[in-house]
């Protein structure tokens, strides 16, 4: 059975159950704090099981695109290695929202398995929850009593809290859950071991297929358990570990979902899979990664140096280096895998298809990058295992590799292991175990239980008509973190403060009693569909009437953004054609931000056009047309343009101010006259075909033409006022480059003079010709000064001081052979000695600088320099 056979069947049953078919929501999360990525297929519904939102319908049937590589469910290191784990992987599922429980999940899984998919009963297993002390809880007694009208008892195994409990985290929704396994190993092998030993215990042939989770208990911030008002189900089956089996293979690699990909790699690096397990492993790490990545772009998220963006550009990096170490693979080669996933996978997610240029763009580029640093990292690695004392590296140096310039240490160990070295793993563990604590301990929130004020069904959003309105606190919270320490989250009956997202910034500003109580609003943000106000204080009476007032000249500064970037969309897909597509924005009150993707950096004219462009249009005063709760299928009819990466429902708000038209839930001025003028600050590249352009509109634009022309006339002033200031500042130029060349050459003749007074300074030390002096030239003349003395001398140490007016230079030159026979490091002694004067720096073995600020260092450090020769 074909894999995308094996999805429509599963979709298809369930809709025969009365479920209601959804798609897979985007793998890079929205709105939801607690998580980077889509992790399992619950994430999307976090809200229905929260109680803060209501679900289309109470029965749904979706496959997911999920993610695990950061925090508790972290798969990474494990893929490629065994057969069954993935970064990226479909997860199948059939949600009840407060309808069907236990009974009738635990049927349909059976009826799909056994009588759809035609799965023998005689190799599946099933666990139940033993119970838990610890939580007073006792085994699952419903869920063993309906398993045992389908299956023989000695298939029912006792599962542990750690396997059969399922928490959706700390706090929150959770309940017993039972696993469906799979024993698909040989009659032989059977027949020596039960299956049953085996059920959780990493069996690559004997795996969990499908969990069914039965949400009906809530864990509080004190680890207690209270049931749910309504109880729930959760399912969630391995597409690709289903397909396996019923493909009836043994690795999930050996299936059709992962084979065209495999077959591709074996042809681009002439590496057979199946001959070497370390090819092997490299090409299912690189086969599982480029899905990964790839969805990931596809959905929004770009590779980065923070947050998820990281996350990304470290499975791509991993995939890169088994490339490289294991397939020989030293140019890019990654991205030409994404035309056969989009040809396996483009049927069931367009958005792969729709965005293969970019995703192709985007990975080449990183490859690209990669492996300048993987080279650079190996020049490195080359120097520490020649400078190695003994057979053990310190884990300092592979530490630094790894943070500082990005080297793996896998990698590394590889490398010392052909040369018959090892490292430090245990400081090595420990220097990262540290910089992970800090970063945990940054990030970590320590949650108190919601506290309840009014009972309230509904939080409604008022804050497109009102930014002043009466409320009422219906919730709230304390949280605390090591960045912002304590703070306060605030739910209210209905509200008129925007929350961040779509990438407007959240709304600020303040709470008032009628005994002028005021608590100051510092942010608003969404988390699983609740409106949350943070402030630093609590109200001091919680049930009295609040009035709610947003800053209003941040919230015109910001609507001003907001607006300005529709029309700079609508711009440069004028402009510069309509492959042009918004990838990420950024909206806040003093500037805006806007990704697109674009294929070259912009002309000065194409930059003028867009800027005319934006303004015809703020002077054309085009008023909104705003059009609430429209479905879906209307507003795209209207030609309303939806932002990819973005999830909508079936009713949804469209801004129209003239031509431009989008789907979007921010906030805009309500004429384009209120935006005043736009201003492009700035125009460059974040990736391969993507381009960023920061703008300023409204009263910024004053500040900054303000500005240009105070400076302009202080340039004028500086100038005496000439006619033409341009001209002025040309002649200038001109009169201060053919001064720069007299000086160079004046510099040049004095390092002439002083080369053979220097040769005869020189003062022989353990065989080396030593010279240690503070000199009167500048940095270039006496650069050139040391190597022309190095050209003419051996086994030269040159240590040059220099005193500026405002900075203190040491540079070291040491012959090439002295580096390679005695392991002298100019770079070693200019990183020493700056810190004599309060500096640093740092180069090459043979030639290095270090740059300070205090003169009075340089005496020491003219005398402490002979140390390194002795």
Same mark, same amino acid.
Do not use: C, H, W
């Given at each position: 059975m074909k894999s995308q056979d094996i999805r429509t069947k599963f979709l298809d049953f369930f809709k025969s159950k009365t479920h209601q078919i959804?798609?897979?929501?985007? @793998?890079?999360? %929205?709105?939801?704090? #607690?998580? @980077?990525?889509?992790?399992?297929? @619950?994430?999307?519904?976090?809200?229905? !099981?929260?109680?803060?939102? &209501?679900? %289309?319908?109470?029965?749904? /049937?979706? &496959?997911q695109k999920c993610l695990r590589v950061s925090g508790k469910h972290n798969d990474l290191e494990e893929v490629g290695y065994d057969t069954y784990h993935h970064t990226m992987f479909e997860m199948l599922g059939n949600w009840s929202f407060g309808d069907y429980f236990k009974k009738e999940a635990i049927a349909w899984a059976w009826e799909l398995l056994t009588e759809v998919y035609g799965i023998d009963p005689a190799i599946l297993y099933v666990t139940v929850f033993e119970g838990s002390d610890e939580d007073g809880l006792k085994l699952d007694q419903e869920a063993y009593d309906l398993w045992k009208e389908i299956i023989p008892e000695d298939r029912i195994l006792m599962g542990n809290k750690a396997d059969n409990f399922w928490e959706m985290g700390s706090q929150g929704p959770c309940g017993p859950c039972s696993e469906i396994h799979v024993d698909i190993r040989s009659d032989e092998e059977k027949a020596k071991t039960s299956g049953a030993n085996l059920v959780n215990m990493d069996h690559p042939h004997v795996v969990e297929i499908w969990n069914l989770v039965f949400m009906q208990y809530n864990r509080k911030a004190d680890k207690s358990l209270e049931k749910l008002p309504a109880q729930h189900v959760d399912t969630g089956m391995g597409f690709e570990r289903l397909c396996m089996v019923l493909q009836d293979v043994k690795s999930n690699y050996d299936t059709d979902v992962f084979t065209p990909i495999i077959r591709e790699i074996e042809t681009i690096t002439n590496v057979e899979y199946g001959n070497d397990e370390k090819a092997d492993v490299a090409i299912r790490v690189i086969a599982d990664h480029v899905r990964a990545v790839s969805f990931s772009i596809a959905d929004g998220q770009l590779p980065s140096n923070t947050g998820a963006g990281y996350v990304i550009r470290r499975i791509l990096r991993r995939a890169v280096r088994y490339g490289f170490t294991f397939l020989n693979k030293k140019e890019p080669f990654i991205y030409r895998l994404v035309d056969v996933l989009d040809k396996k996978m483009g049927k069931a997610f367009p958005e792969l298809k729709e965005q293969k240029q970019l995703i192709q763009n985007v990975i080449k580029e990183e490859e690209q990058s990669f492996l300048r640093t993987l080279d650079q990292g190996l020049v490195l690695l080359d120097r520490v295992i020649k400078n190695v004392n003994g057979k053990v590296v310190s884990g300092k140096k592979v530490f630094e590799l790894k943070d500082t310039y990005g080297f793996p240490e896998d990698l590394t160990e590889l490398i010392l292991k052909e040369n018959n070295l090892t490292y430090n793993h245990d400081e090595f563990n420990k220097l990262l175990g540290d910089r992970k604590e800090d970063g945990r301990k940054a990030t970590a929130i320590q949650a108190d239980d919601w506290v309840v004020v009014l009972e309230d069904d509904d939080e409604e959003f008022v804050g497109y008509d009102t930014l002043e309105v009466d409320v009422k606190l219906t919730k709230y919270r304390k949280i605390e973190t090591q960045k912002e320490g304590v703070q306060y989250q605030l739910i209210f009956n209905l509200t008129p403060f925007y929350p961040e997202g779509g990438g407007q910034v959240g709304d600020k500003g303040y709470l008032q009693t009628q005994d002028n109580d005021i608590v100051y609003i510092i942010d608003t943000k969404k988390e699983n569909n609740l409106i949350v106000h943070? &402030?630093? #204080?609590?109200?001091?009476?919680?049930?009295?009437?609040?009035? /709610?007032?947003?800053?209003? %000249?941040?919230?015109?500064? #910001?609507?001003?953004n907001h607006t300005a970037t529709h029309l700079l969309h609508q711009a440069l897909r004028e402009i510069l054609g309509t492959h042009v597509e918004q990838k990420g924005s950024a909206v806040h009150s003093k500037y805006l931000r806007f990704d697109f993707s674009h294929f070259s950096k912009l002309s000065v004219e194409e930059l003028r056009d867009v800027e005319d462009f934006v303004n015809a249009r703020i002077e054309g005063k085009l008023p909104l047309i705003e059009k609430r709760n429209q479905p879906l299928a209307e507003a795209t009819a209207d030609g309303a343009m939806a932002l990819f990466g973005e999830k909508y429902g079936d009713t949804v708000r469209s801004i129209r101010f003239g031509q431009s038209i989008e789907l979007c839930g921010g906030t805009h001025v309500q004429n384009t006259a209120d935006i005043w003028h736009f201003k492009i600050k700035s125009e460059g590249a974040v990736a391969a075909g993507i381009r960023r352009i920061e703008a300023i509109t409204f009263d910024a634009t004053r500040e900054f033409y303000f500005e240009n022309n105070r400076a302009y006339y202080e340039i004028k002033d500086v100038l005496n006022n000439p006619k033409d200031a341009v001209k002025a500042v040309t002649d200038l130029k001109d009169e201060n480059s053919k001064l720069k060349k007299q000086i160079e050459n004046l510099l040049k003749d004095k390092a002439k003079n002083l080369k053979g007074d220097l040769k005869n300074e020189l003062e022989e030390i353990n065989g080396v010709q030593f010279l240690a002096k503070q000199v009167d030239l500048d940095q270039n003349g006496i650069k050139n000064l040391a190597f022309e003395l190095?050209?003419? +001398? %051996?086994?030269?140490? +040159? !240590?040059? /001081? &220099?005193?500026?007016?405002?900075?203190? @230079? +040491? #540079?070291c030159y040491i012959s090439k052979e002295l580096v390679a026979e005695r392991g002298y490091d100019a770079g070693k002694v200019v990183r020493e000695l700056g810190k004599l004067i309060h500096g640093g720096g740092g180069g090459q073995p043979f030639f290095a600088t270090a740059?300070?600020?205090?003169?009075?260092?340089?005496?020491? /450090?003219?005398?402490?320099?002979?140390?390194?020769?002795?």
């Open positions: 959804v798609s897979s929501a985007p @793998m890079v999360t %929205k709105n939801d704090p #607690t998580l @980077m990525f889509v992790n399992s297929g @619950m994430a999307p519904f976090k809200e229905y !099981f929260l109680g803060n939102g &209501t679900p %289309k319908s109470n029965r749904i /049937a979706d &496959t943070i &402030t630093k #204080t609590l109200p001091k009476k919680l049930d009295v009437t609040f009035k /709610a007032v947003v800053d209003a %000249k941040q919230r015109s500064r #910001t609507a001003a190095g050209g003419e +001398l %051996k086994n030269l140490f +040159l !240590f040059f /001081a &220099t005193a500026g007016e405002n900075k203190v @230079m +040491l #540079t740059g300070g600020k205090n003169p009075g260092g340089i005496p020491k /450090a003219i005398e402490r320099v002979k140390e390194y020769v002795k």
